[in-house]
Structure formats: structure tokens, C-alpha cells
């Protein structure tokens, strides 16, 4: 049995980062997708009535998406080298993690999930806000991101939680946007090429279920 228990919707979401650094590291989990109709139920037993949660298998269970990011990376040795790097690494995988809710907020609107679901469909997007998310924001950010993964990763030549972090991100929104989007960033291509490359990665990526968020 997998030590780890990661549950979440299923959808990739604010987790397939996650699930890109267990498929990353060759570490077993147990990915449980709740299905929305299951989640009315759940939801007041989790510690903050939200997902992902992470079942670190210590009786200990952990929650907000870039906090399990962050540690599972240095479970799997895949921090930065000193507190500046590791600094660096966080505040770049915060900036994806704004982005990506910048995103959601353009294509669910302002209803929470919990509205959305309560509803049972999800509203019509704002296309205006989401070609000036594509088109406008999104390319500043990638750009930069792209001039400091000039050693082959971010901020230097290995690879460390955040490059698996971005390659599950990008996947993410690449699906979300309906779009390849990394064209005229080689770097960030790199990475992700690299990380999607893994073997295990691969065979994570063969088993997933198809999603369309
Ligand atoms: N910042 C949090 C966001 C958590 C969050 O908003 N989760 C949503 C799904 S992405 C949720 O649980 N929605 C169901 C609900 O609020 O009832 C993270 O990254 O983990």
C-alpha cells in the first residue's frame, strides 16, 4: 500500500503539479479523484473544507497545493541548494500559483467552486478576460521565467521541485487554454520536455485519466 494519499477532483487542477513530482521522483501514491457529486459529503471532514489534501501517511494531513509541492520536494531531494535558491524557487512557484488563479477566475467567473458545484454546471467563461490572460499577461510572466532558466533550469542546472512543478502547471493550463503555448520560450520548452521525458513521468502520463480542466 502507497504511503502517500493525495485527493483531489479529477481534474489536473491545482495538483497535477503534484502528482508530476511523485511520477518525477518514483515514489507510489494513491491519486483518489473525487467525483463532484461525492464532495457535499466530504467536505466537512477535510481540515479546511477544501482540496487537494495530502494523507503524508504520519497521521498528519496536509493541505494548499504549493505547501505539498514544497514538501514533497524536499522529501525527494529535489530542493534548491541554500535558503536563497530554495527563496527563489518559492516565490517563482507562487507566481505560477497566481497565475493559474488569475486564469480560473477568467474562465469560472466569481462563483466559488462551491457554487459552481452547488449549480451543477459551470458558467459560460469571459473569452474578453481570458485572450487578455493569454495574450497579455501570461506572455510578461513566461518571458521572464524563460531568461532565468538559462542554465537549462531555474536558477541553475538541476532540476528542482519547481521545474516539476511548472511542467505539471503548463500541462495544466495548456489544457485549460486548449493551447501549446511555450512556442517562443526554448528554455521553459526544455524543461518541460525534459521533466515530461522521465520515464516515470511517461508512464504517469500513459495511466492518467483524460481530463478537460
Ligand atoms: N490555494 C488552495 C486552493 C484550494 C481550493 O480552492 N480548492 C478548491 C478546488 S481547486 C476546492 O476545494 N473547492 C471545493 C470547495 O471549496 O468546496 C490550493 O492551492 O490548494
Redesign the pocket.
Known amino acids: 500500500m502507497a504511503q502517500y494519499k493525495l485527493t483531489?477532483?479529477n481534474?489536473k487542477?491545482?495538483?497535477e503539479p503534484i502528482r508530476y513530482l511523485f511520477a518525477y521522483a518514483g515514489v507510489e501514491f494513491e491519486d483518489e479523484r473525487v467525483e463532484k457529486d461525492a464532495?457535499p459529503k466530504m467536505?466537512a471532514d477535510?481540515p479546511?473544507?477544501?482540496?487537494?489534501v495530502l494523507d503524508t501517511g504520519d497521521a498528519f494531513v496536509l493541505?494548499?497545493?504549493?505547501?505539498?509541492a514544497r514538501y514533497l520536494g524536499k522529501k525527494f531531494n529535489l530542493s534548491g541548494k541554500d535558503d536563497l535558491h530554495n527563496a527563489q524557487l518559492d516565490a517563482l512557484v507562487d507566481h505560477m500559483?497566481d497565475l493559474q488563479?488569475k486564469l480560473?477566475k477568467a474562465l469560472l467567473g466569481s462563483q466559488?467552486?462551491?457554487e459552481i458545484?452547488a449549480r451543477g454546471s459551470i458558467p459560460p467563461p469571459d473569452t474578453t478576460e481570458i485572450a487578455k490572460f493569454e495574450n497579455e499577461l501570461l506572455p510578461i510572466f513566461l518571458q521572464k521565467f524563460n531568461a532565468i532558466a538559462a542554465e537549462g533550469f531555474f536558477y541553475g542546472s538541476q532540476a528542482t521541485w519547481a521545474d516539476v512543478y511548472f511542467a505539471g502547471w503548463i500541462d495544466t493550463l495548456e489544457t485549460r487554454l486548449k493551447n501549446e503555448i511555450l512556442g517562443s520560450y526554448p528554455n521553459l520548452t526544455h524543461i518541460k520536455r525534459i521533466i515530461q521525458e522521465t520515464n516515470t513521468v511517461q508512464n504517469y502520463l500513459e495511466k492518467r485519466p483524460f481530463t478537460t480542466m
Request: glycine letters at 8%.
Open positions: 483531489y477532483f481534474v487542477g491545482v495538483s464532495w467536505k477535510k479546511f473544507g477544501q482540496l487537494p493541505t494548499q497545493s504549493v505547501a505539498i500559483a488563479s480560473s466559488t467552486p462551491a458545484f
